[in-house]
C-alpha cells in the first residue's frame, strides 16, 4: 500500500527555520512528481510546492517563495520542505501528496499531515 | 492570486442529489482540462475523488461525477448516503506562473 508519513511539524518562533519530512514507501517514489500542501485548521486548502521527478522543476505559491524550499531525496524515499522565515501565517497543517501522472492537479495519496505552529 | 468560488454549503437528504459548484476564470477552469475534486472528513486528510474534470480514481463510487461548462466545474454526488458528509474542495490548475488553485471548500450536509 502507498504510505505518506509526515513529520518534523512543531512549534517555532516567528523568523524561525523547520524542516519537513515526507516518508514514502509502497510506490516507485522517484517516478512521481510530490508536492506540499498546507491547511490553516478549520479552512481550506492551499497548494505550497511542487518538485517533478528528478528535481529540475521546482514551483512554488507566491506566499512562501523565497523562503520555502521544497526537494527530494530518491535513495531515502523521503520528500522535504525546509521552510525559514516563518510568519504566524504559515501556521497550519502540511501534508505531503503524491501526484498523478500527468496531471498537475490530481494529488492521489496523501500523509497524515503534520502541523506547524509560528507564534511568540 | 485570485482562489475558486465554491458554495459555503449544501445539503440533501439522503437518496437525493447535489451538486456542488466550482466557478473560476478563463485563465484557470475554463483554459485547462485540469480540474480535480477532494472530499475531506473531519481530522482526515483529504482524498481524491475525481480528477481531470471527469475522472474517477479507482475505488470511488460511480455516485460521484464531474463535470464543466465554461469557467464553472461541477461535482455531482447521486444518492446521497450519509457518509459522504463532507468538506468537498476543487482544485484547479492555472498555468505555469501560478500554477494550482484550491476552491474554499463546500460543507456537504446529508440531513
Known amino acids: 500500500d502507498v504510505q505518506l508519513v509526515e513529520s518534523g511539524g512543531g512549534s517555532v518562533q516567528p523568523g524561525g527555520s523547520l524542516r519537513l519530512s515526507c516518508a514514502a514507501s509502497?510506490?516507485?517514489?522517484?517516478?512521481?512528481?510530490m508536492h506540499w500542501v498546507r491547511q490553516v485548521p478549520g479552512k481550506g486548502l492551499v497548494w505550497v510546492s511542487r518538485i517533478n521527478t528528478d528535481g529540475s522543476i521546482i514551483e512554488y505559491a507566491d506566499s512562501v517563495k523565497g523562503r520555502f524550499t521544497i526537494s527530494r531525496d530518491d535513495a531515502k524515499n523521503t520528500l522535504y520542505l525546509h521552510m525559514s522565515s516563518l510568519r504566524a501565517d504559515d501556521t497550519a497543517v502540511y501534508y505531503c501528496?503524491?501526484?498523478?501522472?500527468?496531471?498537475?492537479?490530481?494529488?492521489?495519496?496523501w500523509g497524515q499531515g503534520t502541523l506547524v505552529t509560528v507564534s511568540s | 492570486q485570485s482562489a475558486l468560488t465554491q458554495p459555503r454549503s449544501v445539503s440533501g437528504s439522503p437518496g437525493q442529489s447535489v451538486a456542488i459548484s466550482c466557478s473560476g476564470t478563463s485563465s484557470d477552469v475554463g483554459r485547462y482540462n485540469y480540474v480535480s475534486w477532494y472530499q475531506q472528513h473531519p481530522g482526515k486528510a483529504p482524498k481524491l475523488m475525481i480528477y481531470?474534470?471527469?475522472k474517477r480514481p479507482s475505488g470511488v463510487p460511480d455516485r460521484f461525477s464531474g463535470s464543466k461548462s465554461g469557467n464553472t466545474a461541477s461535482l455531482t454526488i447521486s444518492g446521497l448516503q450519509a457518509e459522504d458528509e463532507a468538506d468537498y474542495y476543487c482544485c484547479s490548475y492555472a498555468g505555469r506562473d501560478i500554477y494550482v488553485f484550491f476552491g474554499g471548500g463546500t460543507k456537504l450536509t446529508v440531513l
Open positions: 501528496a503524491r501526484g498523478l501522472f500527468g496531471d498537475p492537479v490530481g494529488f492521489d495519496n
Open positions: 481531470d474534470v471527469t
Open positions: 509502497g510506490f516507485t517514489f522517484n517516478s512521481y512528481w
